[in-house]
T-cell receptor
Framework: GNSVTQMEGPVTLSEEAFLTINCTYT??????LFWYVQYPGEGLQLLLKATKADDKGSNKGFEATYRKETTSFHLEKGSVQVSDSAVYFCALSNSNSGYALNFGKGTSLLVTP | KAGVTQTPRYLIKTRGQQVTLSCSPI?????VSWYQQTPGQGLQFLFE???????NKGNFPGRFSGRQFSNSRSEMNVSTLELGDSALYLC??????????????FGPGTRLTVT
């Protein structure tokens, strides 16, 4: 079946530090991959996506590259801000599950001034 | 465009009662999915509706049901509430990605507390 594994949090960084949140997946075929962000008390916001191997998704300084050879979709940002503090979810959708999203457990990020 | 709206935002119910949650998708989006978010189980897919038909279903008991109306608005119902149904229920409105899947946009959620 389909599954997503994310690094455990919480992750605490100082402002302007480099961020990496690891995400690996298991799926057959060619899933689409997503990163969502959830701020306290809110729903999920789509941060970026990639729909095929070697695609790079990017948004608001965040990037992730779809690596089929390592089944990974790691999230990176060169310089985090306090406002990036949130929970980040890696997810995949696949035709064999009717495109329902399979989520990782989420990684909590706290950025301190 | 207005985003996905969900009502109510908060609900408190008693065990054994039933509850109905509502979701209005983004204008033009015909697919609506529902997810349950809990600290223990994380985010789990409940079901998806497209053009008033349930097209996909997750692994939840029959107490969880839903429907979609002709204007794409959707409701989900939980009957005979249990304490474990306490969760954030998220609705997502979908944009088709040209055959490679959907791009799902989430509403703010309904926080259900069962006492």
């Amino acid at each position: 079946g389909n599954s997503v594994t994310q690094m455990e949090g919480p992750v605490t960084l100082s402002e302007e530090a480099f961020l990496t949140i690891n995400c690996t997946y298991t799926a057959t075929g060619y899933p689409s991959l997503f990163w969502y962000v959830q701020y306290p008390g809110e729903g999920l916001q789509l941060l970026l996506k990639a729909t095929k191997a070697d695609d790079k998704g990017s948004n608001k300084g965040f990037e992730a590259t779809y690596r089929k050879e390592t089944t990974s979709f790691h999230l990176e940002k060169g310089s985090v801000q306090v406002s990036d503090s949130a929970v980040y979810f890696c997810a995949l959708s696949n035709s064999n599950s009717g495109y329902a999203l399979n989520f990782g457990k989420g990684t909590s990020l706290l950025v301190t001034p | 465009k207005a985003g996905v709206t969900q009502t109510p935002r908060y609900l408190i119910k008693t065990r054994g009662q039933q509850v109905t949650l509502s979701c209005s998708p983004i204008s033009g989006h015909r697919s609506v999915s529902w997810y349950q978010q809990t600290p223990g189980q994380g985010l789990q897919f409940l079901f998806e509706y497209f053009s008033e038909t349930q097209r996909n279903k997750g692994n939840f008991p029959g107490r969880f049901s839903g429907r979609q109306f002709s204007n794409s608005r959707s409701e989900m119902n939980v009957s005979t509430l249990e304490l474990g149904d306490s969760a954030l229920y998220l609705c997502a409105s979908s944009l088709v990605l040209g055959g490679t899947g959907y791009e799902q946009y989430f509403g703010p959620g309904t926080r259900l507390t069962v006492t």
